[in-house]
Antibody
Framework: EVQLVESGGGLIQPGGSLRLSCAAS????????MSWVRQAPGKGLEWVSV???????YYADSVKGRFTISRDNSKNTLYLQMNSLRAEDTAVYYC??????????????WGQGTLVTVSS | SSELTQDPAVSVALGQTVRITCQGD??????ASWYQQKPGQAPVLVIY???NRPSGIPDRFSGSSSGNTASLTITGAQAEDEADYYC????????????FGTGTKVTVL
């Protein structure tokens, strides 16, 4: 059974750092495309970042230069290192497995989400 | 980057048909995927590719596309279909980015 479990969220002051984890089971993280998607309270979904199976990484303009996506193959775990956090980064952060083909992509499995609150 | 626009809210009578639309330039190049999200829950994929449903998604959900518009149709809406629906596609600039639609709240009357 495929499962994704996020952890690491919490309350952090503006300018601080936090690392989110996403432990996967039922499939191999390093063989798949994996994304982080966030949702601010009462708002819509926002794609944050992706890491491809080959290791390439891409980021939304809103987090580029501040967030880093990575994975630990030995732990089958995805990470999101978040630095220089701002109030507008407050959101539930989801990790998701991405299916990727020529003319479409989609996230077929999602974690339950972890809440990050940036506030003084 | 690309933008995807959805109507904020639609309503449908129980058992009737509702179509949710998503407009954006990226949809001329890529198919949309569609997600259902209920309060306090993670999104669930309901349609991907040309018109594919993941295992476990009822066949009352279907997708279509024309020009810069993608549509999700629920034929015979049920009470449990009341939720927020989001479309998504790749950014058309070829920069590996992804974009979500603004979301549509579906109310089943």
């Amino acid at each position: 059974e495929v499962q994704l479990v996020e952890s690491g969220g919490g309350l952090i002051q503006p300018g601080g750092s936090l690392r989110l984890s996403c432990a996967a089971s039922g499939f191999t993280v390093s063989s798949n495309y994996m994304s982080w998607v966030r949702q601010a309270p009462g708002k819509g979904l926002e794609w944050v970042s992706v890491i491809y199976s080959g290791g390439s990484t891409y980021y939304a303009d809103s987090v580029k230069g501040r967030f880093t996506i990575s994975r630990d193959n030995s732990k089958n775990t995805l990470y999101l290192q978040m630095n220089s956090l701002r109030a507008e980064d407050t959101a539930v952060y989801y990790c998701a497995r991405e299916l990727y083909y020529d003319f479409w992509s989609a996230w077929d499995y999602w974690g339950q989400g972890t809440l990050v609150t940036v506030s003084s | 980057s690309s933008e995807l626009t959805q109507d904020p809210a639609v309503s449908v009578a129980l058992g009737q048909t509702v179509r949710i639309t998503c407009q954006g330039d990226s949809l001329r190049s890529y198919y949309a995927s569609w997600y259902q999200q209920k309060p306090g829950q993670a999104p669930v994929l309901v349609i991907y590719g040309k018109n594919n449903r993941p295992s476990g998604i009822p066949d009352r959900f279907s997708g279509s596309s024309s020009g810069n518009t993608a549509s999700l149709t629920i034929t015979g809406a049920q009470a449990e279909d009341e939720a927020d629906y989001y479309c998504n596609s790749r950014d058309s600039s070829g920069n590996h980015l992804k974009v979500f639609g603004t979301g549509t709240k579906v109310t089943v009357l």
